[in-house]
């Protein structure tokens, strides 16, 4: 029986470069992960003070290959009481949504699987899938800490998911495009990060609870509820939320680095356009060299995200929510706004810089004074303490 | 966010080496380095003069012990008899069983022949429960690895040595004082 | 909901468990259970001579073991009537007051894990390594070190011991500012600590809080001051306090304790004269008199007892310890509820058990 849908149109050909291009970029982003586990036990290490894996290969550079077939070889415990279906769907979802995020998310001009014109809003829409996975993980591995670490993570995952949709509907509007590859091109003179500096914090930071990165990791938190949805995990199962972590983390870093600090595009054309005419010899070198420019940035914000891990502790569940929705949300409101009152009156874009500046100067200092109020009372036992040193020395001397 | 700048700053110093310097040490391939004192497991001594170890086997450290890690059993000393050596008794049959040892030290300080060491082994795990019980030959080679490695003497032959040094200074100091002062003086020093 | 947390859990300090009512994320109500770490230490105090008890009090708090020697080793002198040399108590001095702030550089590590916080723990334990590296070469252990003697110390300092300690203390102080730059006034650090755990001065004072515990609610108690023992009355050193008696001000207080430390070890070091180490006791067997004793302390955690009778013979007939970690976790309950999840976490971490010591 002959099926007559409009895909008939779609060739053999077609079919098997869609195949090859999956695994092409199934294995790319593996070989990420890996990088990325390199990076972050070396980046922490150095930060800590220590140097990180060095055993396996010249500066432990076989340590995540090392690490992922301890994992695959291990024991996959299910446990008796869990709900099996669940339980294995559910590092199946997580990872799933996070390899799909990347079928949009070009590395450059060319190298994309397949650009959609509304990329953006496929990529926050998928991007909250990866939450139905952490819950079901929580509930399947009928875990009382499973269970608040999956509740956790839903709250904190939809709450942090309204601000970077706000954000990208800002870069949006003062690109005129959800299209990444627009965006990129409309940022190859200045970079969104200077005209809106406040939505690239924004994101940074929502980004990172979307990740579940330190300081918001209160979801897998180690010390309070032992690695929450994954706590019955192990082996190739864990494995794969760890996949999916990475995956997610490289995302969210490459975001940054595509919506507001211009991708492959900036500065990187306005120099090439100055002298690559002169090599006419190698046309390949130009995509190349876009492509490393832009690894090289979303490395550098995955840089700043481990950086991020080995500084800072984690906050409580209500500190996390009160953050999100009393600053997160309101600024990335405020970050909408102004940029339509930018566009529409379309002033120059320095004021767009300078109002967003304004606004995360100002819900910075309300955030930084009400988490330093404390502080600020420690000034009063200082004194305290000095003024009893003070009293007590002038009584032994009295004495 | 003043105090979380700057503990970033501090973070960031860390990374590079020559700022501040990673504190790793590579142990297994790169031996870490024990302090002189340092307590390892104890371990008997061999006396090279006579030949023989030191223990006598008279039990005082298996009494002093607080975990009751050791025993032994005395024999007749055979060198004694063709007069080799000054040591009636000797040790026929020692064993510790160093799980059990807590390293304390206690033992070697009970001791009076100078027969057991805190030696600086400390790198014995085995893969049997049992499997660290060790008997005389296996401590008197540690005890030998100890004394070769640091030069060991006998500490009462040392302590010997200071209160004979000290008698000297005292000596001389009071035949100092006796021969340029009054008779009394020099009675008060004697 | 019940939730049990513990014994196998990062952040219980040990084998501690507690079985918590949660609502959501609110701690309804909490029982805690200890005894995981149980050894008899009382019991087996009594089966050992008075020279082998040390070796068991090395292990009660096995964070803070000189401290321990000490009002062991003092408790026996005490009964006996024993004069201690003046070298033996300044060396008891500066390893106790190191091991302090060992003591104390744990803590920040471990409150720092409690909070989320990695990099202060590696910090924190560079200072302690390099502190039980100069231990070993005193002592020969790095931990449990059997090195104070009723009536003394084992044996003389090092020869080499001034020029270690003058390499040390530079580098410690640099170790306890970076440890307190990184944690202290953080302020995601500050949101999770402060108002938090907090215990009013008189119900710290019912529940026999001591320690920074105590000093944290406000209440400049210091045995080291408010009853000195040893040569404590010879140094010139501050007992800083909190306001609030929550878990920063407890941090406070500890992250001040180890700069005052270090002012004790600055003067003890100057103050030390030569001599002898060890008293007339010698090597012989110890047999204190019949009668019993009471000594006190202060440990890192707070005030240490030790109630010692003796009968006559070369063993103790009875030892009661008063463990300071054991009364100051007797306010968990009081503590945690109505606090959240993640709270008990850190309130567990900034009362600083140690459960050698708890459990014995």
Not at chain 3, 65 to 74: A, H, I, S, T
Request: glycine content about 8%.
């Amino acid at each position: 029986m002959v099926v007559s849908l409009p895909l008939m149109s779609v060739t053999v050909l077609q079919v098997l470069w869609m195949v090859v291009a999956l695994l092409l970029m199934f294995t790319g982003l593996s070989v990420v992960v890996l990088s990325l586990v390199w990076l972050e036990r070396k980046a922490l290490g150095r930060l800590q003070l220590r140097l990180g894996p060095t055993r396996t290969g010249p500066m432990g550079l076989m340590q995540p290959i090392a690490d992922a077939v301890k994992l695959i070889l291990k024991e996959d415990i299910i446990p008796n009481s869990s709900d099996r279906a669940i339980f294995w769907a559910a590092p199946v979802i997580v990872v799933l949504s996070a390899f799909m995020i990347w079928v949009t998310i070009p590395a450059s001009e060319g190298l994309v699987l397949r650009n959609l014109e509304l990329g953006l809003l496929y990529i926050t829409a998928f991007a909250v899938m990866g939450i139905l996975g952490l819950v079901l993980a929580g509930w399947g591995s009928a875990n009382k800490y499973g269970v608040l670490g999956g509740l956790r993570s839903a709250a904190q995952l939809i709450s942090y998911e309204i601000p970077v949709i706000m954000v990208v509907v800002a870069a949006g509007m003062l690109a005129g495009s959800l299209d990444l590859r627009v965006i990129v091109a409309s940022q190859d003179q200045i970079p969104y990060a200077l005209i809106l500096p406040l939505g690239m914090v924004v994101f940074f930071i929502a980004g990172l609870a979307e990740v579940g990165r330190t300081p918001f990791d209160i979801y897998h938190a180690e010390s309070e509820v032992v690695g929450g949805p994954f706590v019955e995990y192990s082996g190739a199962h864990w494995s794969v939320f760890f996949l999916a972590e990475y995956i997610n983390t490289f995302a969210i870093a490459a975001l940054v680095a595509l919506l507001f600090l211009g991708g492959w595009s900036w500065p990187w054309d306005t120099v090439a356009l100055a002298w690559l005419p002169s090599l006419p010899a190698w046309p390949w070198l130009g995509p190349l060299l876009s492509v490393v420019w832009f690894l090289f940035k979303v490395y550098a914000v995955i840089l700043v995200v481990f950086w991020i891990r080995g500084t800072f502790p984690r906050l409580r569940i209500d500190q996390l929510m009160a953050f999100a929705w009393k600053a997160m949300v309101p600024l990335s409101f405020y970050s909408i706004v102004i940029t339509a009152v930018y566009l529409y009156y379309d002033w120059p874009g320095w004021t767009l810089t300078l109002m967003s500046l304004a606004g995360l100067g100002i819900v910075g200092y309300i955030v930084y004074r009400r988490m330093t109020a404390p502080a600020r009372r420690v000034a009063e036992v200082k004194a305290r303490q000095a003024a009893q040193l003070a009293e007590r020395r002038a009584s032994s001397q009295a004495g | 966010m003043l105090n979380s700048v700057k503990g970033m700053m501090l973070t960031l110093a860390s990374t590079f080496t020559g700022l501040r310097k990673p504190v790793t040490r590579q142990y297994p391939t790169v031996p870490t380095p024990v302090q002189p004192r340092f307590m390892g497991f104890p371990a008997l001594t061999w006396d090279d003069g006579v030949g023989e170890p030191y223990c006598t086997g008279c039990m005082v450290c298996i009494r002093n012990c607080p975990t009751q890690c050791m025993s032994a059993s005395m024999m007749d000393n055979p060198l004694n008899e063709e007069g080799k050596s000054s040591r009636r008794k000797i040790v026929d049959y020692f064993e510790i069983n160093l799980n059990r040892c807590i390293l304390c030290g206690i033992c070697v300080e009970v001791c009076n022949f100078d027969a057991i060491v805190m030696s600086h082994e400390h790198e014995m795990s085995t893969y049997q429960r049992n499997g660290d019980r060790v008997d005389l030959p296996a401590l008197l080679d540690i005890g030998k690895k100890y004394q070769v490695n640091t030069a060991w003497i006998p500490p009462t032959v040392l302590a010997k040595a200071k209160k004979e040094a000290e008698d000297a200074a005292k000596a001389a100091a009071a035949a100092e004082a006796s021969s340029g002062e009054t008779a009394a003086a020099g009675q008060e020093a004697t | 909901m019940l939730l049990n947390m513990g014994p196998q859990h990062p952040s219980t300090h040990g084998v501690f468990r507690m079985v918590l009512w949660v609502d959501g994320e609110k701690i309804v109500d909490v029982e805690p259970h200890i005894g995981y770490l149980h050894r008899g230490s009382e019991k087996l105090c009594e089966g050992e001579q008075y020279h082998q008890v040390i070796t068991l009090f090395d292990r009660l708090d096995y964070v803070a073991n000189f401290n321990n020697e000490l009002v062991y080793c003092q408790a026996v002198e005490k009964l006996m009537g024993l004069d201690v040399p003046e070298r033996a108590e300044y060396i008891r001095v500066i390893l106790c007051e190191l091991n302090r702030i060992a003591s104390h550089l744990l803590y920040v590590g471990t409150i720092g894990l409690d909070a989320g916080a990695m990099t202060p723990t590696m910090f924190a334990f560079r200072g302690r390594e390099r502190i039980q590296a100069l231990f070993e070469a005193v002592s020969g252990a790095r931990m449990m070190h059997n090195y104070f003697r009723i009536g003394g110390v084992k044996e003389d300092l090092p020869g080499n011991f001034e020029q270690m300690m003058g390499e040390l203390l530079p580098l410690l102080r640099e170790d306890v500012e970076e440890s307190d730059r990184i944690l202290t006034f953080n302020e995601i650090f500050l949101s999770r600590l402060k108002d938090v755990g907090t215990i009013s001065a008189e119900d710290a004072v019912d529940f026999g809080f001591t320690g920074p515990c105590l000093r944290g609610c406000g209440i400049e108690y210091d045995v080291r001051r408010a009853q000195p023992y040893s040569i404590y009355d010879r140094f010139d050193f501050d007992i800083p306090v909190g306001l609030d008696g929550d878990c920063w001000d407890r941090h406070w207080v500890r992250v001040q304790e180890m700069y005052e430390s270090l002012k004790i070890v600055d003067q003890a070091l100057e103050q030390m004269p030569a001599g002898e180490v060890v008293s007339s006791l010698g090597r012989r067997l110890i047999r204190p008199p019949a009668g019993e004793v009471y000594v006190r302390a202060e440990n890192p955690r707070g005030e240490i007892g030790v109630h010692l009778i003796s009968n006559g013979t070369d063993r103790p007939y009875r030892l009661k310890i008063r463990p300071p970690s054991f009364c100051n976790l007797s306010a968990i309950k009081h503590l945690l509820r109505n606090s959240w999840i993640a709270d008990s976490v850190v309130i567990l971490g900034s009362l600083d058990i140690v459960l050698g010591e708890v459990d014995r």
